[in-house]
C-alpha cells in the first residue's frame, strides 16, 4: 500500500514560513521602528544622529555626492511612482494578475505607512549645513530608503522560484543599502530616519506576503 504523506506533516512547511514572517518580518521591525520612534521622541538619539551627519559630511568625497544626488532623482516619487504603477501593470498585461496585485498592494502599503509615521512623529528634517539639495516634509522616516526597500524586497519575491533570486537578492540589498546611505551624505535624513525607512518597507510588504502572497503554495500555484 502507497503511502500517503500526512496533513499535519504537509502542512509543517507552511506553518514554518509563516512563523519565520511573523518573526522576521512583522514583529522584529515593527519593534524597530517602535524603538526608534520613542528614541526621537524622547531626544534619545539626537545627539548620535548630528554627529554622525557633520562626520559623514566632513568626510564625503565628490564622487559619493554626486551618486547621491543622482539616487536622490531616481529614489524621488517622480520616478519610484511611475515604476510602481507600470510594474504591476506589466505584471497584469502579461496574465500575472496575483503578483501585480501583490507588488501594487505591497507598495502602496509601505508608501501609507511611511506617510503616517511621519505625520504621527512630525521630525523636522536636519539643515546642518547649506545644501542645493530641496526637500519637503517631515523626516521620520525616510520616504526614499521606504520605497527603496519595499521595491527591492518585492522584486526579490517575484524572483524567489526562479534561476534568478540570488542576483535579485544581491541587487535589491545593494539598492536598499545605497539609497539609504544616499540620504545621510546629503543631510536630508538622519541616520535613524533612513533605519527607520528600511524597517518600515520590510514590515509592509512582510504584512501583504502574509495576507496575500505573491506566488500560491507549490501544490496549489496559481497566479491568477
Given at each position: 500500500m502507497a503511502n500517503v504523506p500526512s496533513t499535519h506533516t504537509s502542512a509543517?512547511?507552511?506553518l514554518a514560513s509563516r512563523i519565520w514572517w511573523w518573526t522576521a518580518g512583522i514583529a522584529t521591525?515593527?519593534?524597530?521602528?517602535a524603538g526608534l520612534g520613542v528614541a526621537i521622541r524622547d531626544g534619545a538619539v539626537s545627539g548620535q544622529d548630528t554627529g554622525s551627519l557633520m562626520w559623514l559630511?566632513?568626510?564625503t568625497a565628490p564622487l559619493l555626492d554626486s551618486l547621491s544626488r543622482t539616487l536622490n532623482i531616481l529614489g524621488g516619487p517622480w520616478v519610484t511612482y511611475p515604476v510602481l504603477i507600470l510594474l504591476p501593470a506589466l505584471l497584469w498585461l502579461t496574465g500575472r494578475r496575483r503578483p501585480a496585485l501583490f507588488t501594487a498592494a505591497a507598495f502602496w502599503t509601505a508608501t501609507a505607512l511611511q506617510w503616517g509615521l511621519?505625520?504621527?512623529?512630525?521630525?523636522?528634517?536636519?539643515?546642518?549645513?547649506?545644501t542645493d539639495i530641496h526637500v519637503s516634509g517631515w523626516s521620520f522616516p525616510s520616504g526614499h530608503a521606504t520605497a527603496a526597500s519595499?521595491?527591492?524586497?518585492?522584486?526579490?519575491?517575484?524572483?524567489?522560484r526562479t534561476p534568478h533570486r540570488r542576483p535579485a537578492l544581491i541587487a535589491g540589498l545593494?539598492?536598499?543599502?545605497?539609497?539609504?546611505?544616499?540620504?545621510?551624505?546629503?543631510?536630508?535624513?538622519?541616520?535613524?530616519?533612513?533605519?527607520?525607512?528600511?524597517?518600515v518597507g520590510v514590515l509592509s510588504v512582510s504584512i501583504v506576503t502574509l495576507l496575500y502572497p505573491p506566488i500560491g503554495r507549490p501544490h496549489a500555484r496559481s497566479d491568477r
Open positions: 509543517l512547511p507552511h521591525p515593527a519593534a524597530g521602528v559630511h566632513a568626510h511621519k505625520l504621527l512623529y512630525g521630525r523636522p528634517r536636519p539643515h546642518l549645513w547649506p519595499a521595491l527591492a524586497m518585492i522584486l526579490v519575491l517575484l524572483a524567489w545593494l539598492y536598499a543599502a545605497v539609497m539609504a546611505g544616499s540620504r545621510v551624505v546629503l543631510g536630508v535624513h538622519y541616520p535613524t530616519d533612513v533605519l527607520a525607512g528600511m524597517l
